[in-house]
């Protein structure tokens, strides 16, 4: 089945301090969404921004946002989030404790709820809940930076989750996260995929509209 490809820059490769520029520059360049990376310095070794910045993004984007929350209890945020304007927002199954419980949480606050594994997570983690999410994300380096090399074995994981959501009627949409470049991105998509986000190689290069380009199949 052919499946139209969506890009979702990272911001965290972007210049944080022209934040709305960046954003639409992205936009113009061809993003169809707007990645963010929620880092809270716990369940991953860095720290980034909250609800305030996401309010800023979301008056400059005309673009769904993409929020990833890389944090602990997330439940204790999801509202402030959902508030602050992410349009899609996705929770790592490794810091849910009650995983449902969250996911329907998202919803009752408007935003469309994903879920997303670290590379060594197995997909039986999340198997319970794929008729619960509108996005599964595989995260293809450990969470926290930008820049990383891609995690080659996440291409199979991609296959496998798609051969699963097909057998349950499901079109989820499946997102990949980390060393999105030309070659893996041409990888991830023939294997099922078709979210990519994709910081350095969007926002470290000159184009941001060839980048873009060079990324759909
Ligand atoms: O979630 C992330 C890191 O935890 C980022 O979205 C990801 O790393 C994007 O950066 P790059 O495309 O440079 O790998
Ligand atoms: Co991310």
Redesign the pocket.
């Known amino acids: 089945m052919n499946r139209r490809v969506l890009i979702s820059p990272?911001l965290?490769?972007s210049d944080f301090g022209r934040l709305a520029e960046e954003v639409r520059a992205v936009e113009a360049a061809g993003a169809d969404w707007i990645?963010v990376?929620v880092?809270d310095g716990r369940f991953?070794p860095n720290i980034t921004l909250g609800p305030v910045v996401v309010e800023a993004i979301k008056k400059a984007a005309t673009r769904p946002l993409d929020v990833?929350l890389?944090i602990v209890e997330p439940e204790k945020y999801v509202d402030a989030f959902a508030k602050a304007g992410a349009d899609i927002l996705t929770v790592h199954v490794e810091a849910c404790t009650h995983l449902h419980r969250v996911l329907q949480q998202i919803r009752h606050a408007g935003a469309k709820p994903a879920v997303v594994l670290n590379p060594a997570t197995p997909l039986s983690a999340v198997e319970e809940v794929l008729g619960d999410v509108e996005m599964v994300l595989l995260?293809s380096?450990n969470?926290?930076?930008?820049?990383?090399s891609f995690i080659v074995p996440t291409v199979d994981k991609v296959r496998r989750l798609r051969a699963m959501l097909d057998a349950r009627g499901l079109s989820t949409h499946i997102e990949v996260?980390?060393?999105?470049n030309a070659e893996t991105a041409k990888r991830v998509v023939d294997a099922g995929a078709d979210v990519l986000?994709?910081?350095?190689?969007v926002f470290g290069s000159k184009d941001y509209a060839a980048a873009i380009r060079s990324l759909r199949p």
């Open positions: 990272s965290l490769s990645h990376d880092m991953v990833h890389m995260m380096v969470p926290g930076f930008g820049g990383q996260d980390g060393g999105i986000v994709a910081g350095s190689y």
